[in-house]
C-alpha cells in the first residue's frame, strides 16, 4: 500500500509539474510525460521513489516565480535526453516579415524613401499585402515552434517554423516594385542612368565564380550598330583562338566571349530563311572587328529569336553544364532581358530530382540557421559592393520585366541555378543614344521595331527625299537632274511612317517651318539640332540578285549594260532602310582622266601617271590597263546632331522576303480547274 501511495502521489506532482511548464513555456506537456514514463519503468522500486518524493518536496514558491531550467530524469536514457532539448538548446525566435531584399524585375535594392526611384515598395499596394500576409503567417507558425505549443500526436515528421518560412520563401511570388509595376500595366516609367563598360567590368571581376562566361548581346535589327567595340581589352577577356588549325585553347582563368545576335524573326519569317544569313552576319562582324577579327575564329557567334525559340535550346544547356557565372552584356533595348527569361534553366521533368534535393538542403540549412542568433540582413550587405545578393534559388523564379523604356534594368539580376551550380546574371543596358530625346512622349514606345512590318517600295527620282517620323530622319539621293531615267529605290524596315516629297518641302519639315497633313512625332525645338551626316555609297552590287530573271543560264552578269547597287541605313535602334540603284555601265566604269577633267586641247600639260616612270612588274595595276574609278551612287542623310545614323552592306532583306510570297502569289493566279458538272453535262448532249 506504500508503493502505491508514494506512485499516487508522483503521478499528482507529474501533473502540477507539466501545468507549470506549460505554463512558463519550459518545455512541452508531452516532453515531460514521456520523461516520467522512462522513469517509472525503472523506478517502481521504494529508494528511488523515496529520493525522488523527497527531492520534489525541496520545490519552493520562489523557484516558481523564475523560469527554470527542466534538468533530466535520474534514470532517462540518453536518446531521450538528446531528443528533446532543453531551454538553452531552442531556437531563437525568426525574424518579422520584411520586404525582399531586392526587386526581381528591375534588381534595384528595396527601399521606401524615394517613391520615384527604382526599388520603391508601397505596403499598401494588394500584392505587397498578400506578399507580407504569406510572411506573418509563416513568422507566427515559427514562433509557435520557438515558444512549444501543444504537438500532440505527431507520430510523422513535420516542418518546424523556421522551415515553414523558407518554404514560404520560395513558393511565393515576389511583388515587383512600383516603378516595374506602372511599366508593366500602365507603361509608364522613367530611365535610369546607363553605367559604362567600366562599370560593367568592374562588376564582372567581382564574381564569386572562378570560371565566367560572358555573352554580348547584339541587337539584328541595327548591326552592327550595337555591337561594343574594344570588348575583349576593356572587360579583360581571354585571349581567342585564331584560324589556324593548329592554334592551342588557351586554358585561361579570364573570362571567355560569345557573341548573341538576338531578334533574329525580323529578318525573316522561318527558321530556315535566317539560317541563310549566317554568313553574311559573320563577314560583317569580322569587319567591325577591325585587326582583331582579322584572324578570329568565330565560332562562338549565335543567331537566335527568343519570340520564335531558335537555337535558344543549344545555349540553354551550354548554361546548364558549364555553370559559373553566366553574364549577358549589351546596349539597352537589344533584348537582353527577354533572351534571359528563355535562356534560364528553370526546373523541368529531367531536374526534378535535382530540385526535390535542393528543397531539403535548403529546409535543413535553414533549420541549422535558426538555432543561431538572427543578424541584420542590411548589415551583410557592403556598402562598396557593385553586385547585389543573388535571389533565392527556386525552380520558377519571378523573371526580369520587358519592357520598351530604355534603361529598364536598374541593377544585375543574379537568378542562382542547379544548387548554386551556376548563376545567370542579366546586367544594365549601355548606352545607345539619345535619340528618343527628339521624339514626343507619346511616341517613344513605338521606336523599337518588335515586329516585321508590312514594307513598301518608294521610288525617290531627282529632286526629292525621303522622310521618316515627319522630319526625324531624311535621305536625299544625290541623282542628276538632267537624268530622269535613273531613280532610287528605298525599302524602309522601321517602325516610322515614311514619305516620299519633294527635297524643298522635306527640309522645311524637318527643320518645322512648314505646316503639312505629314504626322510628326519631333518634339518643337528637334528642328534646331539637324544636322548632315554625311554622304553614304550605295556600294554592294546586288545586280546578280535582282537582274537574275533578265539572264539565261550560264551567262554572266557582266554581260548587262547596267548595275544594280544597295546598301542599308541604320537607324539606331528602329531599324534600316534598304536603298537599291540602277545605274548605266558607262557611268560606273570612268577613266581617270575624265574625272579630272583634262582635255586634249588644254595648255597645259596632262599630270604625270605610272605608265611614264616605267613598267612595274609587280605594281596592281598595268601600263596597258588605265586606272577605273568606280562612282557608285551616293544619298545623304541628315539626323539630330548628325548622329544615330550608320551603313553596312546590303542584307537584300527584300529579296528574300518576296521570294516566297511571289510563288505563293503564282499560285493564286492559276486558273482553277473546270468543274466535271459542266463536262459531263457535255458529253451527254453529245
Given at each position: 500500500?506504500?508503493?502505491?501511495?508514494?506512485?499516487?502521489?508522483?503521478?499528482?506532482?507529474?501533473?502540477?509539474?507539466?501545468?507549470?511548464?506549460?505554463?512558463?513555456?519550459?518545455?512541452?506537456?508531452?516532453?515531460?510525460?514521456?520523461?516520467?514514463?522512462?522513469?517509472?519503468?525503472?523506478?517502481?522500486?521504494?529508494?528511488?521513489?523515496?529520493?525522488?518524493?523527497?527531492?520534489?518536496?525541496?520545490?519552493?514558491?520562489?523557484?516558481?516565480?523564475?523560469?527554470?531550467?527542466?534538468?533530466?530524469?535520474?534514470?532517462?536514457?540518453?536518446?531521450?535526453?538528446?531528443?528533446?532539448?532543453?531551454?538553452?538548446?531552442?531556437?531563437?525566435?525568426?525574424?518579422?516579415?520584411?520586404?525582399?531584399?531586392?526587386?526581381?524585375?528591375?534588381?534595384?535594392?528595396?527601399?521606401?524613401?524615394?517613391?520615384?526611384?527604382?526599388?520603391?515598395?508601397?505596403?499598401?499596394?494588394?500584392?505587397?499585402r498578400q506578399y507580407l500576409k504569406k510572411q506573418r503567417q509563416a513568422h507566427t507558425e515559427a514562433e509557435k515552434d520557438v515558444t512549444g505549443e501543444d504537438r500532440d500526436h505527431e507520430?510523422?515528421?513535420?516542418?518546424?517554423?523556421?522551415?515553414?518560412?523558407?518554404?514560404?520563401?520560395?513558393?511565393?511570388?515576389?511583388?515587383?516594385?512600383?516603378?516595374?509595376?506602372?511599366?508593366?500595366?500602365?507603361?509608364?516609367?522613367?530611365?535610369?542612368?546607363?553605367?559604362?563598360?567600366?562599370?560593367?567590368?568592374?562588376?564582372?571581376?567581382?564574381?564569386p565564380f572562378r570560371r565566367n562566361h560572358i555573352y554580348h548581346v547584339v541587337d539584328a535589327a541595327d548591326f552592327p550598330m550595337s555591337f561594343v567595340p574594344d570588348l575583349f581589352s576593356k572587360l579583360t577577356l581571354a585571349k581567342p583562338r585564331s584560324q589556324n588549325r593548329r592554334s592551342q585553347h588557351d586554358f585561361s582563368s579570364k573570362p571567355t566571349l560569345s557573341f548573341i545576335i538576338t531578334r533574329s524573326d525580323l529578318l525573316g519569317s522561318t527558321k530556315e530563311m535566317v539560317d541563310t544569313m549566317m554568313a553574311y552576319f559573320t563577314k560583317v562582324l569580322r569587319d567591325t572587328l577591325g585587326r582583331t577579327g582579322k584572324d578570329m575564329r568565330l565560332g562562338n557567334i549565335h543567331l537566335v529569336s527568343a519570340k520564335r525559340g531558335w537555337w535558344t535550346k543549344e545555349i540553354k544547356e551550354d548554361i546548364w553544364e558549364r555553370g559559373g557565372g553566366n553574364w549577358m552584356v549589351g546596349k539597352v533595348n537589344v533584348g537582353k532581358s527577354n533572351l534571359f527569361e528563355v535562356l534560364f534553366p528553370k526546373g523541368s521533368g529531367e531536374r526534378a530530382p535535382v530540385y526535390a534535393k535542393l528543397r531539403k538542403e535548403q529546409l535543413e540549412q535553414a533549420q541549422k540557421e535558426s538555432q543561431e542568433p538572427a543578424v541584420d540582413a542590411e548589415k551583410i550587405l557592403e556598402e562598396d559592393s557593385l553586385l547585389p545578393p543573388a535571389q533565392p534559388e527556386v525552380p520558377f523564379p519571378v523573371m526580369p520585366i520587358v519592357s520598351s523604356l530604355p534603361g529598364t534594368t536598374a541593377?544585375?539580376?543574379?537568378?542562382?541555378?542547379?544548387?548554386?551550380?551556376?548563376?545567370?546574371?542579366?546586367?544594365?543596358?549601355?548606352?545607345?543614344?539619345?535619340?528618343?530625346?527628339?521624339?514626343?512622349?507619346?511616341?517613344?514606345?513605338?521606336?523599337?521595331?518588335?515586329?516585321?512590318?508590312?514594307?513598301?517600295?518608294?521610288?525617290?527620282k531627282a529632286g526629292q527625299s525621303l522622310i521618316l517620323g515627319g522630319g526625324l530622319i531624311r535621305i536625299t539621293p544625290q541623282l542628276d537632274v538632267n537624268d530622269l531615267s535613273t531613280t532610287v529605290l528605298a525599302y524602309p524596315f522601321t517602325p516610322l511612317r515614311a514619305h516620299v516629297t519633294s527635297t524643298e518641302k522635306a527640309i522645311e519639315l524637318q527643320l518645322q517651318q512648314r505646316e503639312s497633313g505629314i504626322e510628326s512625332i519631333m518634339v518643337e525645338d528637334a528642328g534646331t539640332h539637324m544636322a548632315s551626316v554625311g554622304t553614304l555609297e550605295l556600294s554592294t552590287d546586288v545586280t546578280k540578285a535582282r537582274a537574275?530573271?533578265?539572264?539565261?543560264?550560264?551567262v554572266p552578269a557582266t554581260k548587262l549594260p547596267f548595275r544594280v547597287y544597295a546598301t542599308d541605313v541604320l537607324v539606331e535602334g528602329m531599324g534600316w532602310i534598304e536603298l537599291v540603284c540602277q545605274v548605266r555601265?558607262?557611268?560606273?566604269?570612268?577613266?581617270?582622266?575624265?574625272?579630272?577633267?583634262?582635255?586634249?586641247?588644254?595648255?597645259?600639260?596632262?599630270?604625270?601617271?605610272?605608265?611614264?616612270?616605267?613598267?612595274?612588274?609587280?605594281?596592281?595595276?598595268?601600263?596597258?590597263?588605265?586606272?577605273?574609278?568606280?562612282?557608285?551612287?551616293?544619298?545623304?542623310?541628315?539626323?539630330?546632331?548628325?548622329?544615330?545614323?550608320?551603313?553596312?552592306?546590303?542584307?537584300?532583306?527584300?529579296?528574300?522576303?518576296?521570294?516566297?510570297?511571289?510563288?505563293?502569289?503564282?499560285?493564286?493566279?492559276?486558273?482553277?480547274?473546270?468543274?466535271?458538272?459542266?463536262?459531263?453535262?457535255?458529253?451527254?448532249?453529245?
Open positions: 500500500m506504500n508503493i502505491l501511495v508514494q506512485t499516487e502521489r508522483l503521478y499528482a506532482f507529474a501533473i502540477r509539474r507539466t501545468v507549470l511548464a506549460s505554463v512558463l513555456d519550459v518545455t512541452p506537456r508531452r516532453v515531460v510525460v514521456q520523461r516520467l514514463d522512462a522513469h517509472l519503468r525503472g523506478s517502481i522500486r521504494g529508494s528511488r521513489i523515496q529520493s525522488f518524493a523527497s527531492s520534489s518536496k525541496s520545490l519552493s514558491a520562489s523557484q516558481l516565480d523564475t523560469h527554470p531550467t527542466v534538468t533530466p530524469w535520474p534514470d532517462d536514457p540518453p536518446s531521450a535526453i538528446e531528443a528533446n532539448p532543453t531551454v538553452e538548446e531552442q531556437p531563437t525566435r525568426p525574424t518579422k516579415p520584411q520586404l525582399p531584399q531586392s526587386c526581381p524585375g528591375c534588381g534595384a535594392l528595396t527601399q521606401e524613401v524615394e517613391s520615384e526611384q527604382a526599388g520603391y515598395y508601397s505596403r499598401s499596394r494588394r500584392v505587397v507520430d510523422e515528421w513535420q516542418p518546424t517554423g523556421s522551415q515553414v518560412v523558407a518554404e514560404v520563401e520560395q513558393t511565393a511570388k515576389v511583388p515587383l516594385c512600383d516603378r516595374c509595376h506602372e511599366l508593366v500595366h500602365n507603361f509608364r516609367g522613367h530611365s535610369i542612368a546607363h553605367p559604362s563598360i567600366h562599370d560593367i567590368a568592374d562588376s564582372i571581376a567581382e564574381s541593377s544585375p539580376i543574379r537568378l542562382p541555378f542547379g544548387n548554386h551550380k551556376g548563376e545567370l546574371i542579366d546586367l544594365p543596358g549601355l548606352d545607345r543614344g539619345n535619340l528618343e530625346d527628339y521624339v514626343k512622349q507619346e511616341h517613344k514606345l513605338d521606336l523599337v521595331m518588335t515586329h516585321r512590318n508590312e514594307v513598301e517600295q518608294h521610288i525617290i537574275g530573271p533578265l539572264l539565261r543560264s550560264g555601265r558607262k557611268a560606273v566604269h570612268q577613266p581617270a582622266s575624265s574625272v579630272v577633267g583634262h582635255s586634249e586641247t588644254s595648255d597645259q600639260d596632262p599630270p604625270p601617271t605610272n605608265t611614264d616612270s616605267g613598267f612595274a612588274p609587280f605594281s596592281q595595276q598595268s601600263p596597258l590597263e588605265p586606272e577605273k574609278t568606280f562612282q557608285f551612287p551616293q544619298v545623304e542623310a541628315f539626323s539630330p546632331k548628325g548622329k544615330h545614323i550608320s551603313q553596312r552592306p546590303c542584307l537584300e532583306a527584300w529579296i528574300r522576303w518576296t521570294e516566297g510570297r511571289m510563288a505563293k502569289d503564282a499560285s493564286k493566279m492559276k486558273r482553277p480547274r473546270k468543274a466535271m458538272a459542266s463536262i459531263v453535262k457535255g458529253s451527254r448532249g453529245r
